[in-house]
DNA sequence: ATATTATTGAAAGTGATTTTCAATAATAAG
DNA sequence: CTTATTATTGAAAATCACTTTCAATAATAT
């Protein structure tokens, strides 16, 4: 059964409105895709992908557009250690809740879970309470990751 | 007063004995600065402070030597978001436990803390043993960092 | 001593990301 | 609606941390 798509305007429309960027075509066809992906696309893999239908959007382009999304908050950078970074919406379609990743050291896969996220939430409210109070450091976000060996890659 | 300093062989190398590389004056050197810091040092750094003293050492030296410590577990590597990789000790004088980082991303300055290390290690004990489970993934590692506003960038 | 293997450093290469800059598109002003 | 102002774009060139190459040197094994 073909996932419903809602017709109205996309969320990160007034978003867009009340920084008072301009929502150009390479802006809506970026975020298109990372609206409709799974994946951690890279900024290459992203423009790759768009090159097939608008060969007339630029790699820099790709680029600017990601940092500027980065900067407004709409889309999350991570470094996965391959190199190359790897962007994520930061809200989206239901399905996409807050989580972390499992990166395999080997063959790179990337697990997203959303397991255990709720103690961990527990647990980071009182430590940036806690480093907040201690060292007077503002938190405003955090990043974990865990490292290891994938299913496939034990032995 | 001056710090004790013990004088026997640093606990370093027996491990280069066990691994069967050789400890060479560029690799004491590199570990005799990681072991007398308490900052973050980059390769470039790193390679500068030694040059001073050595100036026979060679940048591309220093990049082989780090990726060779951090392969043998002696050192960590970390990506603070500024481009380059900082390099720390993995163990070393007493002082320096086990711990974490906040970084500030408008000054880029690091703080390490170690306070509420055991309840996180507790935590993260029970993530790994819940995903190991789920996803049959085998935790070698894993990275926790804050990001916020030090105490003299919150204005 | 001599052979074997590991380590080194200078120079050249890599590759993801940035910068430059002139052209174009979008909004604002008249 | 024009025209002025400002934001956005893309191609090409630049950047820069890091790697690779390769011949020379140093350390261990024979």
Redesign the pocket.
């Known amino acids: 059964m073909p996932r419903c798509r809602r017709m109205g305007p996309p969320w990160w429309e007034p978003r867009f409105r009340e920084a008072g ?7 809506q066809v970026i975020l298109e895709v990372l609206s409709n992906t799974e994946e951690h696309l ?3 893999e992203i423009y790759l992908l768009i090159h097939k239908v ?1 060969p ?6 790709v ?3 990601l ?1 500027l999304l980065v900067d407004m908050g709409l889309v999350f950078k991570f470094d996965f250690g391959d ?3 790897r962007y994520e919406l930061s809200q989206g379609p239901a399905s996409k809740k807050h989580h972390h990743h499992l990166i395999c050291t080997k063959c790179g896969r990337i697990i997203d879970y959303t397991d255990f996220i709720d103690e961990e939430r527990e647990l980071l409210q009182r430590t940036e309470a806690g480093l907040s109070e201690k060292y007077n450091f503002k938190v405003t976000s955090h990043l974990i990751q865990f490292y290891g060996l994938c299913d496939e890659c034990q032995e």
């Not at 960027?21 to 802006?27: A, C, I, K």
Request: hydrophobic content about 30%; cysteine-free.
């Open positions: 960027f301009r929502l150009t075509m390479p802006r890279s900024a290459e608008y007339n959007i630029g790699l820099t382009t680029y600017r557009t940092d190199k190359r970074a």
